[in-house]
């Protein structure tokens, strides 16, 4: 009998794994204080009644890459309507090594370097890329780990951008 119900029991979990990301509960955001790569400071306060993305990446993550001209686009096809794309590197070497990357890629969104207080207060951060979705009343819409194709980020953009 028990034989008859592992076979169901295997589909819905590979169909439950290969669903996509489920918005968040819509959570409050939680406050942050980051470095950009220039060295000013970004906090999250900065950007009140804007929505915005929030990418933890690094410089050694094949996805990570992969995702930076997505993120680029929304950027431009989106300014107008406030979105922010910040880009949190967790890379350990230091923003000139991440600058000289981001450069070469061509890079036009916020980058800033993740801190301890950054990862854990939006963790576990276990794997990269994983990028937030937060609209304009502060709450996170969507939490989403590993590569995002352009059509369904433009999608979770949008989801964001309603007032």
Known sequence: ??????????????????????????????????????GRTIRLADYRNRPVVLDFWATW?????????????????????????IGASVDETGPVPVRKFADKLGVKFT??????????????????PTTFFINRRGEIVRRVVGYIDAETMDGYVKEILLP
């Not at 009998?1 to 939680?30: D, K, Q, W």
């Not at 980058?111 to 990269?128: E, Q, T």
């Open 111 to 128: 980058l800033a370097m993740a801190n301890d207080d950054v990862i854990d207060a939006y963790g576990p951060i276990r794997s990269i």
């Open 61 to 85: 993550c094949g996805p990570c890459r992969a995702s930076m001209p997505h993120l680029n686009t929304m950027q431009t096809r989106y300014a107008k309507q406030g979105l922010a794309v």
């Open 1 to 38: 009998m028990h034989r008859s119900i592992l076979p169901f029991a295997f589909a819905v979990i590979a169909g439950l794994a290969a669903a996509p990301p489920a918005p968040a509960a819509e959570a409050n955001a939680p406050a942050f204080s980051i470095r950009s790569l220039e």
